[in-house]
C-alpha cells in the first residue's frame, strides 16, 4: 500500500488486490448499513457477494430503515442527533433530512466502491472528488471505530499498544500476553490504514505532503 500523493492534479495512491478487496467489503457493508442495496452486486463486479462477507463483517448487521434515532451505535454515528437534548426536535430533523443525508453518504460510498473495484494497479482521485472521497472514508472509520468501542484518545492508545502488543508476539513466534482477540487485532489495523489513507488524501488536497 502506498499513500496519497500529487500527481498532474490528482490524487494518487497504490494498493495491491487484496488491499483493495478487503476494505472494499468493508465500504460495500457500510452501504448496505445505510440502506443501500446494490453494493457488490453489479455485474461488472469481481467482488464477493453480500451473503459471501456475512461471516467475516458480521459486525455490521443491523439496519435501521425508521427515521427515528438508530439502536445500532454504528449507524448513529453515521447519522447522529441534531438535537441531542430534544427528542421530539431531534426526531423531527431526522424524518426531515435522513432520505437525503442517507442518499449522499450512498452516493459517496458507491464512488469509493467503484473506484476499489476497478482493475488498476493505481487509485486515481481527481481533484473535485478528494474531499467527498474523505467523507466517505470518514463514514468507514466510523463504523469500525464503533465496533471498536473507540470512543476517546484512551481508547486508541489502547488499541495501538494491543497491535503493538501482538506485532511483538508474532516477530517473537510466541503468543501475546494478555491475548488479543484476532477480530479485534484485524478490524484495528484496518481502522489504522483507513486513517493513514484518509490523512494522506486530504494532505494533498490542503497542499502538504503525503
Known amino acids: 500500500m502506498r499513500a496519497f500523493a500529487?500527481?498532474?492534479?490528482?490524487?494518487?495512491?497504490a494498493l495491491d488486490e487484496e488491499e483493495?478487496?478487503?476494505?472494499?467489503?468493508?465500504?460495500?457493508?457500510v452501504g448496505l448499513l445505510l440502506g443501500a442495496e446494490s453494493f457488490g452486486s453489479e455485474p461488472h463486479s469481481t467482488l464477493p457477494h453480500r451473503e459471501d462477507l456475512a461471516e467475516s463483517l458480521r459486525f455490521l448487521d443491523g439496519?435501521?430503515?425508521?427515521?427515528?434515532?438508530?439502536?445500532?451505535?454504528?449507524?448513529?454515528?453515521?447519522?447522529?442527533?441534531a438535537a441531542p437534548r430534544d427528542r421530539e426536535?431531534?426526531?423531527e430533523f431526522r424524518r426531515l433530512t435522513?432520505?437525503?443525508?442517507?442518499?449522499?453518504?450512498?452516493?459517496?460510498?458507491r464512488r469509493l466502491w467503484d473506484d476499489l473495484s476497478a482493475e488498476a494497479t493505481e487509485w486515481v482521485v481527481p481533484t473535485e472528488q478528494v474531499m467527498p472521497m474523505a467523507a466517505?472514508?470518514?463514514?468507514v472509520r466510523l463504523v469500525v471505530a464503533s465496533r471498536l468501542a473507540l470512543a476517546s484518545d484512551e481508547d486508541a492508545e489502547a488499541l495501538h499498544a494491543e497491535i503493538a502488543r501482538a506485532a511483538e508476539a508474532a516477530e517473537q513466534g510466541t503468543e501475546a500476553e494478555p491475548p488479543v482477540d484476532p477480530?479485534?487485532?484485524?478490524?484495528?489495523?484496518?481502522?489504522?490504514?483507513?486513517?493513514?489513507?484518509?490523512?494522506s488524501l486530504v494532505s494533498v488536497r490542503l497542499?502538504?505532503?503525503?
Open 136 to 139: 466517505a472514508l470518514t463514514d
Open 89 to 91: 426536535v431531534a426526531d
Open 207 to 210: 497542499g502538504g505532503t503525503a
Open 20 to 29: 483493495r478487496l478487503v476494505i472494499a467489503r468493508i465500504v460495500a457493508d
Open 183 to 199: 477480530e479485534r487485532l484485524w478490524l484495528g489495523m484496518l481502522y489504522d490504514a483507513l486513517t493513514w489513507l484518509q490523512e
Open 98 to 109: 435522513q432520505e437525503d443525508l442517507r442518499a449522499t453518504k450512498i452516493a459517496r460510498l
Open 6 to 13: 500529487e500527481r498532474d492534479g490528482a490524487a494518487v495512491a
Open 63 to 81: 439496519v435501521e430503515d425508521d427515521p427515528v434515532e438508530p439502536e445500532d451505535p454504528a449507524l448513529l454515528r453515521l447519522l447522529p442527533n
